[in-house]
T-cell receptor, first 113, second 110 residues
Framework: DGGITQSPKYLFRKEGQNVTLSCEQN?????MYWYRQDPGQGLRLIYYSQIVNDFQKGDIAEGYSVSREKKESFPLTVTSAQKNPTAFYLCASSMKGAGEKLFFGSGTQLSVL | GENVEQHPSTLSVQEGDSAVIKCTYSDSASNYFPWYKQELGKRPQLIIDIRSNVGEKKDQRIAVTLNKTAKHFSLHITETQPEDSAVYFCAAKNDYKLSFGAGTTVTVRA
């Protein structure tokens, strides 16, 4: 399971709480992505980063925030503004920010208490 | 933005038969079309991809065809085996972003 690691595997959020999902890669990839997976809706892009200290909003960025202070790390914070956070979150990386040949992590299942 | 539609949502085939999944995309500027396979409880993995300057690509039992004029592409799996049972996602790339279809759950019956 080397390459790209997500933690924790399961996470529970209380009302009004911010939670942070971790994503670390040792593939030396420039680009990293966060996707949300809901049943029957495929994967939807939350944020992506093509280079350190730079990131762009995806299609469903509201209620989420990210940082990219190191090439290896791209944490995602689910804020209290995200009213429907229950989902499976997938982190991915690729070389040179081309959006091609994505390598995915094993995912984090976030649930609301 | 890009909109990718995928059909069917579920597909049940007899072992040894072929399976076909179809996707359409909306943005003619999209130029890269990958297919990902996600087995139950596992991460999605790239199984085959095709670029817009190619009409067909094959890798052992799987093949992908692309019709740029009609803006649709398809995944073909021949001689299906039980290990082909999974959720398959198509996607289309525009700039740096991949837009995914909703997925097709394929079940191979023994």
């Amino acid at each position: 399971d080397g390459g790209i690691t997500q933690s924790p595997k399961y996470l529970f959020r209380k009302e009004g709480q911010n939670v942070t999902l971790s994503c670390e890669q040792n593939l030396n990839h420039d680009a990293m992505y966060w996707y949300r997976q809901d049943p029957g809706q495929g994967l939807r892009l939350i944020y992506y980063s093509q280079i350190v200290n730079d990131f762009q909003k995806g299609d469903i960025a509201e209620g989420y925030s990210v940082s990219r202070e190191k090439k290896e790390s791209f944490p995602l914070t689910v804020t209290s503004a995200q009213k429907n956070p229950t989902a499976f979150y997938l982190c991915a990386s690729s070389m040179k920010g081309a959006g091609e040949k994505l390598f995915f992590g094993s995912g984090t299942q976030l649930s609301v208490l | 933005g890009e909109n990718v539609e995928q059909h069917p949502s579920t597909l049940s085939v007899q072992e040894g038969d072929s399976a076909v999944i179809k996707c359409t995309y909306s943005d003619s500027a999209s130029n890269y079309f990958p297919w990902y396979k996600q087995e139950l409880g596992k991460r999605p993995q790239l199984i085959i991809d095709i670029r817009s300057n190619v009409g067909e690509k094959k890798d052992q039992r799987i093949a992908v065809t692309l019709n740029k004029t009609a803006k649709h592409f398809s995944l073909h799996i021949t001689e299906t085996q039980p290990e082909d049972s999974a959720v398959y996602f198509c996607a289309a790339k525009n700039d740096y972003k991949l837009s995914f279809g909703a997925g097709t759950t394929v079940t191979v019956r023994a």
